[in-house]
């Protein structure tokens, strides 16, 4: 009797296993904010929201973020997600997944309670497409669900549920609701955004043509979201070659801003024509032009691949960008273009500079009549000079507090006023490092509400190659 009765638990025990392994693993899901930063350390439970709404205006998108973790590791998830409905209509989902990068320091001026974490850590940044994805044991990973609202659908409630599998097999499901309000975001948009995107083969270490290829996905971003960038460069398009003092338009067969991302929306495109700091000489402006003679020029740098560089004194430089500069205006103006486009002429022009930032910004009005001009400016510098050449101040952040009354001046001239964000600020001061609260990102955009600024100018730059995701910083 007792040798049945354990053969008995024995099978009872081996049918408890199997029926464990055939249901697979448990994974534990609930809704986080996406002002919230999920990290992989986080418990179970962390920053769960209480109820599972999220509001969104037509013509306008929500982010929702679904936080998972398993005590079991769980390979090849998916995502299925049934898609928010009302009454037979639905709302179009995008999903991703939060990947994550190590930051090595904090901002050197940032107080602790201005941080989200101290580094080193790793943190949630870049929005993943790669499906289906590996999830480590006792790690705490963030889904993103994007709902795109569309422009007069009815307002109300639209149920969504979106489930985890695993091996064919529904480890995890999360359901939704997304409540369109009565609100409609404007089709035009009056807030200019501008990002400064470097795309050329260096940066991205391939060729031109992989250049484009690449920049593709980024281009078509900025389209979606009406934010312009600057990117067509004299400098670059003199690579093409020269002819009687005018370039050929190779920028017509791969501007990388005008052509591939052309105006949508209320969205503006900004060019560069040339210039930037080497350490603390000036280098403006610094044009690349078709090499005749195989070798350096005087007043400029050294030829490179057969592309002269030169500087303001240079005989050459004034005659190539009024040819440069007549074949954009007619590209403009073919297109329509010419009341969406600004001339962006030498990033911060500091002292020497001013004298042949002023005589340039001369010959593009000549050139360009009736587009606006555009740079980032120190406001402690001659503002007299800057106000006659520069339309649109775009000022850091947290800089020109004490120069309120000289900005005004400017408004009240028929100038504009920006702000922008890079390194600076730190402290207190609104940005975007990555050990920030999401919350201060948000903020930016309420900022130029409040002073009525209707411009913002951001940096990025695609440096790293392959690894660039795992060589991070602040």
């Keep these: 009797m007792a040798h049945k009765l354990h053969k008995l638990f024995a099978s009872a025990g081996l049918l408890l296993v199997l029926i464990s392994c055939a249901s697979g693993v448990h994974v534990e899901v609930w809704p986080v904010d996406s002002l919230e930063k999920i990290f992989p350390d986080d418990a179970v439970g962390t920053h769960a929201l209480g109820e599972k709404l999220w509001r969104v205006p037509r013509n306008g998108h929500v982010n929702l973020q679904i936080a998972l973790r398993s005590s079991r590791p769980v390979s090849g998830l998916r995502v299925m997600v049934s898609e928010p409905r009302l009454n037979g209509v639905r709302l179009p989902v995008r999903v991703r997944r939060a990947g994550y990068v190590p930051v090595g320091s904090n901002p050197a001026n940032m107080p602790p309670e201005e941080l989200v974490r101290a580094a080193p850590a790793w943190f949630p940044d870049p929005l993943l497409e790669d499906f289906p994805f590996d999830l480590a044991a006792g790690e705490t990973h963030a889904l993103w669900l994007t709902v795109e609202c569309p422009a007069g659908v009815r307002a109300g409630d639209y149920q969504g549920e979106a489930q985890l599998l695993a091996g064919g097999r529904r480890v995890a499901a999360q359901a939704f609701t997304v409540r369109v309000t009565s609100a409609e975001v404007p089709r035009e948009q009056t807030l200019a955004v501008t990002n400064w995107l470097n795309l050329d083969e260096h940066h991205l270490q391939n060729s031109l043509s992989g250049a484009r290829q690449r920049s593709g996905p980024v281009l078509a971003s900025a389209r979606k979201h009406r934010a312009g960038h600057g990117g067509l460069s004299a400098e670059h398009a003199a690579d093409a070659g020269e002819h009687a003092g005018r370039c050929d338009g190779e920028w017509r067969r791969h501007p990388l801003s005008l052509r591939a991302a052309g105006p949508v929306g209320g969205g503006v495109r900004e060019g560069r024509v040339a210039g ?199």
């Design 276 to 474: 930037h700091h080497r350490g603390r000489a000036p280098a403006w402006p610094r044009i690349r032009l078709p090499d005749r003679t195989g070798g350096s020029v005087a007043g400029g740098g050294g030829g490179r691949g057969g592309v002269e560089i030169a500087r303001a004194g240079h005989p050459r430089a004034a005659a190539y960008l009024r040819g440069f500069l007549s074949a954009l205006y007619a590209h403009l103006r073919e297109k329509g273009w010419t009341g969406r486009y600004i001339q962006h002429i030498h990033d911060e022009p500091h002292g020497p500079e001013l004298a042949a930032y002023s005589r340039y910004s001369r010959l593009i009005r000549s050139e360009l009549p009736g587009i606006p001009t555009i740079d980032a400016i120190d406001i402690n510098e001659n503002l007299a000079a800057l106000d006659e050449a520069t339309d649109i101040w775009v000022m850091i952040l947290g800089s020109f507090d004490h120069r309120m009354d000289a900005v005004e001046a400017h408004l009240k001239r028929g100038g504009k006023a920006w702000f922008y964000t890079c390194v600076a600020p730190q402290g207190r001061y609104l940005n975007r490092f990555i050990d920030q609260p999401l919350l201060k990102t948000r903020l930016l955009h309420w900022l130029n509400f409040a002073t009525a600024w209707l411009g913002i100018c951001t940096g990025a730059a695609t440096t790293g190659g392959r690894d660039r995701l795992r060589t991070s910083n602040s």
